[in-house]
C-alpha cells in the first residue's frame, strides 16, 4: 500500500506520460499529436516538481526561523522546459496550420494518401 | 462580426477597467522578481495576456494599432540582445559571462542590478513573442474565415 | 581578453547575432552579416582546437558560479574538434548559401531565414561547448525548434510533414532526453558532466540509474537517426531547402553522435555500459542498418533521398565505433565524425548546384548534366569516392580505424559488414555517375544542353571541401592525431 501511496505522485507521473506517449503514437489528427505531445511533456514537468520537494520543507524563501526548505532548483530547470514546451507546441501548431493549408485536411491517413509523405 | 462585438457591452467595460490592472500587476511580478516568487517569463506573459484580453474584446485589427508587427519583432530582437549585451558587458568589465558582480561598485549590488536588467530583457521578448504567436494565428483563422465566408456566398 | 573567453564567444557571437538580423531589412545585408559571423566564429573555433590539442582542459565558469553548481563550460580535445566542423561546415555553406537562398525562399523571409539559421549555429555550437547536462537539453531544443522551421521552408508541400514529423520525434527525444536528465539529478544533486562522472560509479547498481541511461540513450538515438529510429531523416534531408540539407546533414547529426560519446564514456563510464546489453545493441543496430539502409540508398530515384538514406548508414559506421568502446573504435568514430561532414558537405553542395541549375532534385532530370558542368561533375566523383572509402580520401582513414578496430576484437562479421557497406556505397555513387555522364541516349538530355556550370559562389565552398576531402586523406595530423588526444581523456583507464 504505501508502494502506492507514498510514491502517489511518481504514479501520476507514469500515468499521465504513457497516456500522452500513446496519443501521440496511436492518433492519425495532427492536432490531438501535439496534445498528446503536451501531456507527455506535463507528466515531465510533474516528475522534476517532485524531485525537488523536501519532506517538510518550507517554500524557498528566505525567512527567519526556517532552516529546511525545498529545492527550487528543479523548479528552475522546468521552468525553462514548459517556455521550450510553449514554443515546440507553437511550432507545431503553426504547421498544422500551413500543413491544413496546403493539403486541405490534418488526417494523417489522408495526407499519407495524398502524397506518401508522412 | 463588427456587430457583434459593439454587443457586449459588459465585456468591453470591464476589459477597459481591468487591462490596466494587468499591466500594473506584470510590472510588479518583473521588477519585484529578484526578491520574491516572479520575474521575465511570468511578467512577459501577463503582459502579453493583457493586449491579448484587448485583442479578443475589440478585436486584433485595433489590438496591432497599438503594437504593430513591426514593433514586436524589433522588440523580441531587443530582449535578447538586452541579454547577451549584459554577458558582452560583464566581459567587457573584466568578468566572466553574465558575471554580475562587475556590474556595480558592490557585489550585492551588482547582483542586484543585473539580474533586473537580464529579467527586463526576457520579459521584453517573452511578451512581444507571445503576441507574435498570437497575432499569427489570430491572422491566419481570419485569413481562412473570410475566405469560407466568400465560398459560402457563392 | 578574448583568449579568456573563447569558449563563450564561439556561442555568444551567432546568439548576439540572430537578433540583428532578423530585424534587418530583406536584401543581402542579413547573409553578409550571418556569414562574417560564422567566419569569426570558425576561426575562434580554431585557435580553441590549438589550445587544448596538446590535451589540456579548458573551464569556463558562466556568471562566475564554480562548478558544480553553476554551468560550466568544459572544452578538451572532442569538444573542440566538433566545434570546429560545425562553425566550419557553416562558414562554408553561408557563402553557398546567397544564390540558393535566393532562388528557392521567398525574399521577405530572408532575414528570418539567417536569424534562424544563426541560432540552429548557437544551438549546435552550445552542445558541443557546454559541460552542464541541462544546458545541453537548452541548446539542444534552440538547435531543433529553429531547424523545425528551417526544414519546413523547402518548395515543396511534403516539407512541412517533414518538417511535424521531425517535431514530433525530435521532441520525443528531448524529452526522453530530459526524464533521464531528471532522475539522474534525483539521484546524484548535479547537473555537471564531470560531476556526475564522479558520483555515478558508486550508483551503478541502482534502478534508476538505469532507468535513466535507457532514457538518455534512446532519446538521443532519436536525434541521431540512429536505425530503426531514423525515419525522420529521410523526408527532412530531402524537402528541406538545399542550404538546410547541407548544414543539417552536415553538422546536427554529428552533434549528436558527439552528444552519445559523452554520455557514454564521460558521464557513465564505459564499464557500467559494458555490464549493461548495449553494446551488443549497438553492434546489431548498426550492422543492420548499415547493410539494409546503404540497399535502400541504391533504390532510391530521388538524388536528396538518396544521399539521406547513405547518411543513416555512416551514422551506423560511427556508432559502431562506440559500440566496440575500444581505443581505436572511439578513435574511429571522432574521425568518422569529422571526415563524414566533409565527404557529405561536399555532395550536398554538388547536389545542390546541380538543383540550383535543373530545379529538381529528382535523378532521371539530372541526366547528361555531367558534360555541361564539369566541375560539379567532378566534385560528386571525388566526394562519392571518399564516401566509398577509396585509399587517397578521407573516407579511407576513418574506414581503416574501424576496420583496425573490429579486427582488433576480431569480430569478423562486423569487418564483413564494413566492406560489404562499401561495396554497396560504390552502387549508390555509381547510380548517381551514371545518370550525370553515361545516360547520353536519354532525351532529357537535349533539355539539358543549354545548362551552365554552377556560379562561382557555389563553386569555390563547394572545391574547398572537396580539396579538404583529398587533403585529410593523405594529412592526418588534425583528425587523428586530435581524436586520439580527445580519447585519452574520454577513456582514461584504457593504454
Redesign the interface.
Known amino acids: 500500500m504505501d508502494m502506492i501511496l507514498g510514491h502517489y505522485n511518481y504514479w501520476m507521473v507514469i500515468i499521465i506520460m504513457m497516456a500522452g506517449f500513446y496519443t501521440v503514437i496511436s492518433r492519425g489528427n495532427l492536432v490531438k499529436k501535439i496534445v498528446g505531445l503536451n501531456i507527455f511533456q506535463v507528466s515531465v514537468f510533474l516528475l522534476y516538481i517532485s524531485i525537488g520537494n523536501v519532506k517538510g520543507g518550507a517554500t524557498p524563501i528566505i525567512e527567519k526561523g526556517v532552516d529546511l526548505y525545498s529545492n527550487p532548483l528543479p523548479h528552475v530547470l522546468i521552468l525553462t522546459a514548459i517556455v521550450v514546451g510553449v514554443a515546440t507546441t507553437a511550432l507545431g501548431l503553426a504547421l498544422v496550420v500551413r500543413i491544413k493549408e496546403a493539403y486541405g485536411t490534418i488526417e494523417e491517413d489522408d495526407i499519407h494518401n495524398q502524397d506518401q509523405s508522412l | 462580426m463588427a456587430v457583434i462585438v459593439k454587443h457586449n457591452l459588459i465585456l468591453r467595460v470591464v476589459a477597459k477597467f481591468i487591462i490596466p490592472l494587468i499591466f500594473l500587476f506584470a510590472l510588479y511580478v518583473q521588477f519585484h522578481g529578484d526578491f520574491g516568487p516572479g520575474g521575465g517569463f511570468q511578467a512577459g506573459v501577463i503582459f502579453s495576456a493583457a493586449i491579448i484580453l484587448y485583442a479578443l474584446v475589440f478585436g486584433a485589427d485595433k489590438a496591432k494599432r497599438v503594437i504593430t508587427p513591426y514593433v514586436l519583432r524589433l522588440l523580441a530582437s531587443l530582449g535578447v540582445l538586452i541579454y547577451a549585451g549584459t554577458g558582452v558587458a560583464t566581459i567587457v568589465l573584466g568578468g566572466n559571462f553574465l558575471e554580475y558582480g562587475v556590474l556595480a561598485s558592490s557585489q550585492v549590488a551588482g547582483q542586484h542590478l543585473g539580474i533586473l536588467v537580464i529579467e527586463l530583457g526576457v520579459g521584453i521578448t517573452v511578451m512581444s513573442v507571445m503576441l507574435i504567436i498570437f497575432f499569427a494565428f489570430a491572422e491566419r483563422g481570419q485569413a481562412v474565415l473570410s475566405s469560407n465566408a466568400e465560398s459560402e456566398q457563392e | 581578453?578574448i583568449e579568456n573567453?573563447l569558449s563563450?564567444l564561439l556561442v555568444?557571437l551567432p546568439?548576439?547575432a540572430?537578433?540583428?538580423v532578423?530585424?534587418l531589412p530583406n536584401g543581402r545585408l542579413p547573409w553578409a552579416l550571418s556569414t562574417l559571423v560564422s567566419w569569426s566564429v570558425c576561426y575562434l573555433a580554431a585557435w580553441q582546437l590549438i589550445n587544448v590539442s596538446s590535451g589540456q582542459v579548458i573551464s569556463?565558469?558562466?556568471?562566475?558560479w564554480a562548478p558544480p553548481w553553476g554551468i560550466e563550460y568544459r572544452i578538451d580535445a572532442a569538444n573542440a574538434l566538433v566545434a570546429l566542423i560545425v562553425s566550419g561546415i557553416a562558414a562554408l555553406t553561408l557563402p553557398y548559401a546567397l544564390k540558393s537562398v535566393i532562388k528557392e525562399i521567398p525574399h521577405q523571409q530572408h532575414a528570418l531565414f539567417y536569424a534562424a539559421f544563426m541560432l540552429c549555429l548557437t544551438g549546435l555550437l552550445g552542445i558541443a561547448q557546454t559541460g552542464d547536462i541541462?544546458n545541453l537539453?537548452?541548446f539542444l531544443?534552440i538547435s531543433s525548434?529553429s531547424s523545425?522551421?528551417l526544414i519546413?521552408l523547402g518548395k515543396q508541400?511534403?516539407a512541412?510533414?517533414?518538417?511535424?514529423?521531425y517535431?514530433?520525434m525530435g521532441?520525443?527525444g528531448?524529452?526522453f532526453f530530459?526524464?533521464g536528465v531528471?532522475l539522474l539529478?534525483?539521484m546524484t544533486g548535479t547537473l555537471n558532466m564531470a560531476d556526475l562522472a564522479q558520483r555515478l560509479p558508486e550508483l551503478y547498481e541502482h534502478r534508476t540509474i538505469h532507468t535513466a541511461f535507457a532514457f538518455i540513450m534512446v532519446g538521443f538515438a532519436l536525434k541521431l537517426a540512429l536505425f530503426p529510429l531514423h525515419l525522420w531523416l529521410p523526408?527532412a534531408y530531402t524537402?528541406a531547402p538545399t542550404v538546410v540539407t547541407i548544414f543539417l546533414a552536415a553538422t546536427a547529426t554529428k552533434v549528436a553522435v558527439y552528444v552519445m560519446l559523452r554520455m557514454v564514456f564521460t558521464v557513465f563510464g564505459f564499464s557500467f555500459i559494458e555490464n549493461t546489453p548495449t553494446d551488443e545493441l549497438f553492434l546489431l543496430l548498426c550492422v543492420t542498418a548499415i547493410l539494409s539502409m546503404s540497399f535502400y540508398a541504391i533504390y532510391q530515384k530521388d538524388s536528396k533521398r538518396l544521399l539521406a538514406y547513405s547518411s543513416v548508414a555512416q551514422i551506423a559506421y560511427m556508432m559502431l565505433g562506440i559500440g566496440l568502446g575500444s581505443v581505436l573504435g572511439v578513435t574511429a568514430t571522432l574521425v568518422h565524425l569529422f571526415n563524414h561532414a566533409l565527404m557529405k558537405g561536399a555532395l550536398f553542395m554538388a547536389i545542390g548546384a546541380l538543383i540550383y541549375r535543373v530545379g529538381s532534385s529528382r535523378l532521371e532530370h539530372f541526366s547528361g548534366l555531367g558534360k555541361q558542368m564539369p566541375w560539379t561533375f567532378a566534385a560528386i566523383v571525388i566526394g562519392g569516392l571518399s564516401l566509398i572509402g577509396v585509399p587517397g580520401t578521407a573516407g579511407f582513414i576513418s574506414k581503416w580505424y574501424l576496420v583496425l578496430a573490429a579486427i582488433e576484437q576480431q569480430h569478423w562479421l562486423i569487418v564483413g559488414v564494413i566492406l560489404m557497406g562499401s561495396l554497396l556505397a560504390v552502387a549508390y555513387v555509381w547510380k548517381i555517375i551514371e545518370v550525370l555522364y553515361f545516360n547520353a541516349t536519354d532525351e532529357r538530355e537535349q533539355q539539358n544542353t543549354a545548362v551552365k556550370e554552377a556560379p562561382l559562389m557555389m563553386l569555390i565552398p563547394m572545391w574547398v571541401l572537396v580539396l579538404a576531402n583529398i587533403y585529410f586523406g593523405f594529412n592526418t595530423e588534425l583528425t587523428v592525431g586530435t581524436a586520439e588526444q580527445a580519447v585519452k581523456l574520454l577513456m582514461p583507464g584504457a593504454n
Open positions: 581578453m573567453h563563450l555568444a546568439l548576439l540572430a537578433p540583428i532578423a530585424v569556463y565558469e558562466l556568471g562566475g541541462f537539453f537548452v531544443e525548434l523545425y522551421a519546413s508541400r511534403q512541412l510533414t517533414a518538417a511535424y514529423q517535431l514530433i521532441t520525443i528531448a524529452t530530459i526524464i531528471g539529478y534525483a523526408n524537402y
